[in-house]
């Protein structure tokens, strides 16, 4: 009796833990945190197929590629309206899905597509509400690689605590099309999102609401990010929103404090600006071999605040190797020195310390390393 007892519970919990993986993340498609653009950013609702082909060219051809840059990915304001048998239809902007997706992986490169569990997306276009089965196969029909699915009017339709179900379901849906595809929740971290994203499928999910092209705004939401680290490792990540480098409202200082705060951050790492028509220094801000190499570090760990004086930050992320990457961050409104003491990384030996932007060594330090910060910058080094 006590035996059968014993081997029901066991299969009960077997079960259990089947589920809870057969409906957890895919993490193999995201062991480090996903690289590529997003046409949201700069595009917003004018984005045409004409511009998602450049987007691919450009990747393919100026280095991104190279650097680690490979999802290209259509945000909102493709669709049409959908057919006599319910089925997606792209707008008049993108006469042929098919043939754009198969132009991008022609590259080398993968392809997304973004859509809403309401009925309607944020700029009002058609969702999927009561048609995921139909459009997670019709994503992998067109051979897409990413869904970012975003929460918009699925406020109307659905209360807040449905929500884990409703992106369950498409989840689910996505696995029964049968092609591996990254899934993005973008719910601007309601319902503390970081707690569930991976259990109902999540390879990434949005922490905040929507980023813009202003220092305030980018710097509000990149260093409010510290306490999630927890939440996020290989297979998912925590989301701050795309990248805004290169989109012309900030200077070159507030984009290097960006791109080194999303590094740390081990952020997704989606350029938001337009890839046909960028500066050699947008370019180099986007594929500092150095820097990407802290955001794809394999060991996925998110970085935190490890010491603040007023303005003044210094943030760190352990690496796979055992060295530290470290940011010093000025958000004050002039010059100031910043002090990384090493006691807060835990390391009290003599260390070697490397700058990540200008790919020089900067010799051997005790105690402390110090570095004159612009206003609004980041310096970016690794800890050996
Ligand atoms: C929301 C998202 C943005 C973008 C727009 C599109 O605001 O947070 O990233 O996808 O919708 O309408």
């Not at 820097?291 to 352990?318: C, F, N, S, T, Y």
């Amino acid at each position: 009796m006590a035996g059968r007892l014993m081997k029901t519970k066991l299969l009960v919990l077997f079960v259990a833990v089947a589920l809870r993986y057969a409906t957890a993340a895919d993490s193999t498609l995201s062991m480090t945190p996903p690289m590529g653009w997003n046409s949201w950013n700069h595009f917003a609702c004018k984005v045409t197929a004409d511009d998602v082909r450049a987007a691919a060219d450009a990747i393919a051809s100026n280095g991104m590629k190279a650097a680690g840059y490979v999802y290209v990915n259509i945000d909102d304001c493709w669709q049409g309206d959908r057919d006599e048998h319910g089925n997606i239809r792209p707008n008049t902007k993108f006469p042929d899905m098919k043939g754009l997706v198969d132009y991008i992986h022609s590259k080398g490169l993968k392809a997304g597509i973004y859509s809403t569990p309401g009925p309607k997306t944020c700029a009002k276009y058609e969702g999927s509400y009561g048609h995921e089965e139909q459009d997670a196969k019709q994503y992998a029909d067109w051979g897409f690689d990413y869904l970012k699915y975003d929460w918009c009017s699925a406020e109307k339709v659905y209360k807040r605590s449905d929500m884990q179900a409703v992106y369950q379901k498409m989840h689910d849906a996505l696995v029964r099309a049968g092609r591996p595809i990254v899934y993005s929740l973008c719910q601007y971290g309601y319902e503390r999102v970081w707690r569930w994203g991976a259990s109902v499928g999540g390879n990434l999910w949005r922490t905040t609401e929507d980023i813009d092209d202003h220092y305030d705004r980018m710097s509000v939401i990149g260093f409010d990010q510290d306490g999630l680290e927890p939440f996020a490792g290989p297979g998912h990540w925590n989301d701050p929103d795309m990248l805004e480098v290169g989109n012309g409202g900030m200077n070159h200082d507030e984009y290097v404090t960006h791109m080194s705060l999303w590094v740390l951050l081990a952020a997704p790492l989606l350029a938001g600006n337009d890839l046909s028509k960028m500066s050699q220094e947008t370019l180099d801000i986007l594929t500092n071999k150095e820097v990407v190499a802290v955001d794809q570090d394999a060991k996925g760990v998110q970085g935190r605040r490890v010491a603040q004086e007023g303005p003044l930050e210094v943030w760190a992320k352990p690496l796979a190797d055992g060295s530290v990457a470290v940011g010093l961050f000025n958000r004050g409104e002039s010059t100031n020195p910043i002090s990384v003491k090493f006691a807060d990384l835990g390391i009290r030996s003599t260390v070697h310390v490397r700058d990540l932007w200008q790919h020089k060594d900067l010799g051997a330090f005790n105690e402390s390393y110090t570095v004159e910060v612009p206003k609004h910058g980041a310096v970016l080094v690794r800890i050996q």
